[in-house]
Every structure is written in C-alpha cells, then in structure tokens.
C-alpha cells in the first residue's frame, strides 16, 4: 500500500493539520510503511466474525442522568478567548465582509 | 516499607506506611517528607530522570496535615500518608496536566479525575505528576514533549512508556503507588522495563472521569505498585462505578488482598504464540521457572493457542490511531489550551495543532484520520473491527476451557536504548505482548520475575473479565515463592 503525497495533504486537511512539504514527503513514507504491516489483515477470513460491533442496530442509549461536574473555575477563565460566556474565535472565511462584531 | 529511616530512603511498601500512621508511630506527613527526599536524591526533574513533570512539597506537606487531622483508623482512610504519583495525562485539580505536549503545556484542571479523588479520600497524597510519551502514544517515554524519562538503573536506557515517568518514580523508591494509563501495555511494559508491578484492569473497572482521552474503546486507568500487595491496595481503592463515567459497569469490587499460600485446584494456561523461538531464550527461562512455581504451588499448567495473536499489532495500530484521530479533534485552540493565529479559522486551527502536536502524535492522528476516510474505512477500520472480535474470541475459549489464568512474558526485551527504534512500527512491535488485553477488554498485570544482563524482566498474567481477585491471588502467590530471584 503506498500512499500519495496528495492523500497526505487530503488527510492532513481532514484533520485540521498544516504540515510542510517535507514532513508531508516523510509522512507519505512513514504512513506506507505502517499500512504495509496492516495489509496481513486484508487475508484474515472474518466471515464469521460479525461487524465488530460498529453496525449495531442504533446506538445504545443510557438515562442522561448523574451529578454535575463541578468546575472550580467557569470555562471563561481558561479558554484562550472568551466573553459573555462564548467563546471567541478569527472570524469565518465565509464572514469576511459582514460588519465586525461590536 | 521504609527501608532507612535517614534522608533520601527508598519508599518500598503503602501497607507498611498504613499501618504505621494506624498504630500512631508515624504521621501522615513523615512518608511524604521522605518521598520528596528520596526524588532529591535520584534526582527525579528534570535535570536528571525526568520521571517528574510537576511537584509541591508545601503543598503535598499541608495536605498530609489535613490527613492527620481526620484522626487515625478508618476516618484517616486506607492509604493514609502514602505517597502517590499520577501520571500526567490524569488530571489533578488546579495543578498542571500537560498530557506531556506544548498543547496542554500551561493548562491547569478545574476538576478532578475520580481515581485522584478516590485515593485523596483515602488518605492518600499526592506527591508528582509524572512524565509520559505524548498523548499516552509511545512505548518508551522518548516522546514527551518535555524530554524523555531515562531508566532509574541506567540512564542510557528507556524506562518503557506510555506511563514511563510513574513507573520510573515507583522503581526509584519515590511513591510506592503511581497511576499510569493502559491502551496498549503502557502500565504492564513499563513496569515490567523497571522491575515493578504494573496492573491493567477489566474495561469499565475503573472510571475514566478525568483522563484525557486516547483511543476510548481500550484506554483504562491502571496502578503500579512496589509490591503486588501495594498494587492491590490502589486497585481496590479506585475501582467501581462511577455515575460520572457511563462506560464503568456496576460490579462488585472483590477484596483482592486476600492471603494465599496454595493454587492448588487453578488452571495455568501457558499460550504458545507468546513463547516464539525469538524470544530471548533468558527471558524464557525465567518464564519455565515461575511455571514451574504454579505447578509446585498446586496449579495445574496446560498449553493452550490464541490462534489470533499475530493480529494484535495491525488491528491495534489501526483501531487506536482511528480513534485518537477523533478524541483528539477537541484540540483546536479555541475551549482550552494553546491558540496559535494564523488565516482565519482554519488558519488558526491548523497553526495551533501542527504547533501544538509532536511528531508520533501527528502520525498518529493522519494515520487515524486515513484509515477513516472515505474508501479506505471497510478495508482497514472495519476489517480491524471484525478481527478484533476474533481476538477476543480466542481468549473466551480458552477461558471457557477451564483456565483460570494466562501467563506469557510481559515483554519480549528486557528496557533497550534511549533512539534505538526509529522504525515507528519497530516501536510498535515492543507491545506485541500486551495489546492483546485491551483488544478482549480482559485484566492483566505484570510483576517482576527476574534480571536479564542486569535488567528487570515481566511475566504477565491474564485473567477473564473482572476476574482481578483470581489474578492478583496467583500474583501474591508468585511473588512470595520468587522472594529474591524475582530481582536477581
């Protein structure tokens, strides 16, 4: 299994990751590499095995009940940016051109 | 025990301290005084071990005191005035949890993981918080943002990992209680590198309210313990349900203390895909030894197959990269942590991440994050799955077959060079005895039984689900008919 330069960047982007040329160059390598390994898996006969359990019938739901979890101090105070009790990010891409928030 | 009583003596037993302060002939804060002394005099920060990312004398000194205040006996509690450390991916109130990454570097918990305030009721103390490989993702502590543990018997060499710092801490005579955490063997490889006992409990045992997230379906917390007895103490003490964590099952927690001096009427199974012709032929021996031990002490020894075994590795570097690639998605700068700025949102995400994340944890997460993508998640996640549920299969036969206990070595070397695995899957392979347990969700522990060139050497047992009692009965066993060789 090898996988491309651009699957690293494709993967990269999925998971928010910005990397360089070069380590997207080691990353392609290093990922072959491992998956290889992996490839012993595609001769196992799992036709009895069933789905492993990630196909259940819906997901199993528990009663939404248990104390609070108390924090000692309010999420504003140790996120990076916060006020009023949201927390503040760079504006969207797609907001570029609305009126910047008073 | 305490083996001396002057500055700097190694901490070795929590029953000999709980019985101590109990009796009245030693304060809560005396054990504490001499774990701070001990991790002065092996040099424990940074400027020699590294097994300790975080400690306050004064602060662990005052809590002692509350300790001592609660009176003696049971209102003291059952760990009163032992010294614990707490492996850096567990988060302590108002103290660092680093997780080991610059991520995390200035993050200060505003709650507290249940097994910390489990022991804490106790009476127990907090004394460290200890180094660990990035995210809990390594095998031999190299990958701590922070600089690697170095082995407590030789610097040049690794001390195991993921919880290396604990295990590190527990071996050098600082805590005779860590808490580490298991995905993959990280509590059993790493106390089986430095010669202490390490325990991976049943999934849903333990609560994981307050661990950082790795890989969910086989992250649990685990102990290490100076003594089989020590780790037996803290297993007990932590364990059981927990409303705060939905994956805890409601199951009684046995007294796993119990004294024993016969396995007579026990099942041994000696499976065979753990004793390969590769194996050191050292460790082997010493692995024939404690089962000829079994058999002195009644046990019946049988060989039996877990046919899937080779599987393990590959399902594993599949199914934990899968799922860390999505725990790990919370790190994005924006509810707590670093933030970086870069263009816009995304700019800012990736800025903070690429920062933020060393390199085994980015692999991991591109790993991950490939094998579920779009036309690749059948042939790889999925499959794992399936193979997954194959492995598990093996060992419920095998218990179904009447074997009590499973007993292989914890490790296929003994603790090797700091830089001497750059392969990532060459790192991967030292797990290949011990991420069979969390694939089947079965308890298991390692416990010293011997030195090869000088070097601690692991033997693992591996009981069915919440059969710990069991397990930790033919451990005390061992580890009393070893007495000295265990070390030797």
């Known amino acids: 299994m090898s996988i491309s330069l651009e699957e690293v960047r494709h993967v990269a982007t999925l998971a928010r990751l910005g990397i360089s040329d070069e380590r997207a160059r080691m990353a392609a390598q290093e990922l072959s590499s491992i998956l290889e390994h992996m490839e012993v898996l595609s001769r196992v006969d799992t036709s009895d095995a069933g789905d492993g359990g990630i196909a259940q019938a819906g997901m199993i739901l528990r009663p939404d009940v248990g104390p609070p979890i108390t924090l000692v101090r309010p999420p504003a105070d140790f996120a990076p940016m916060a006020r009023d009790g949201f927390f503040l990010v760079p504006r969207l891409a797609t907001h570029e051109d609305a009126e910047p928030a008073p | ?128 918080k200890t180094n660990l490989d990035e995210f809990a993702m390594g095998s031999s502590t190299e990958y701590s943002a922070f600089g690697r543990t170095k082995h407590p018997l030789d610097p040049a060499l690794v001390p195991g990992g993921s919880s290396g710092g604990s295990a590190a801490a527990v071996a050098a005579g600082i805590a005779p209680i860590g808490l580490g955490s298991e995905t993959g063997g990280s509590v059993r490889q790493p106390a089986a590198f430095c010669g202490v006992v390490g325990v991976k409990p049943t999934y849903g045992r333990v609560s994981r309210f307050g661990l950082v997230a790795f890989a969910s379906s086989l992250d649990q917390v685990g102990v290490f313990g100076a003594t089989v007895d020590d780790a037996a103490l803290a297993l007990q003490t932590i364990a059981g349900r927990d409303t705060l964590d939905a994956t805890t099952i409601d199951h009684a927690v046995g007294d796993y203390r119990k004294p024993v001096s016969s396995l007579r009427g026990l099942v041994i199974g000696r499976p065979r895909e753990y004793f390969p012709e590769q194996l050191d032929p050292q460790i082997a021996e010493h692995c024939d030894r404690v089962l000829e031990h079994c058999r002195s002490l009644g046990a019946t020894v049988k060989d039996v197959s877990l046919p899937n075994t080779n599987l393990a590795i590959p399902v594993y570097y599949i199914v934990a990269p ?87 070595p914890t490790t296929p070397t003994p603790a090797f060079p700091a830089g001497s695995k750059s392969d990532p899957y060459e790192m991967y392979l030292s797990d290949i005895f011990t991420v069979t347990a969390n694939l089947a969700g079965i308890p298991a522990m390692s416990l010293p039984i011997g030195r090869v060139g000088g070097l601690p050497v692991g033997g693992q047992l591996l009981a069915p689900h919440f059969a710990e009692g069991t397990m930790f009965r033919v451990a005390q066993a061992l580890e009393r008919a070893l007495g000295g060789d265990a070390h030797r």
Request: proline fraction near 2%; charged fraction near 20%; charge should be neutral.
């Open chain 2, 322 to 408: 899968a799922e860390a690639s999505s725990n790990l998605a919370r790190f994005d700068g924006v509810r707590y942590g670093l933030r970086l700025t870069g263009d816009g949102l995304r700019g800012m995400y990736e800025a903070t991440r690429s920062s933020g994340f060393g390199p085994e944890v980015t692999r991991r997460i591109l790993l991950g994050t490939y094998v579920l993508s779009a036309g690749y998640y059948d042939a790889y996640y999925a499959k794992a799955m399936q193979v997954r549920s194959l492995i598990a299969r093996d060992f419920a036969a095998v218990f179904g077959s009447g074997v009590d206990v499973l007993f292989t």
């Open chain 2, 1 to 128: 025990m305490i083996d001396a009583s002057g500055a700097g003596a190694s901490l070795t037993s929590a029953s000999a301290i709980v019985d101590a302060v109990a009796a009245g002939v030693q304060s809560p804060g005396r054990a504490i005084e001499q774990s701070f002394a001990r991790a002065r005099q092996v040099r424990a920060g940074a400027d020699g071990l590294n097994a300790i990312l975080w400690s306050d004398e004064s602060a662990a000194l005052h809590e002692a005191a509350t300790v001592e205040e609660r009176g003696a006996g049971q209102r003291a509690g059952g760990l009163a005035g032992v010294p614990v450390v707490i492996k850096d991916n567990i988060a302590t109130l108002d103290t660092p949890t680093t997780c080991g990454s610059h991520i995390l570097e200035h993050y200060r918990s505003p709650f507290e993981a249940t097994v910390v305030r489990r022991l804490r009721d106790a009476g127990a103390v907090v004394v460290a």
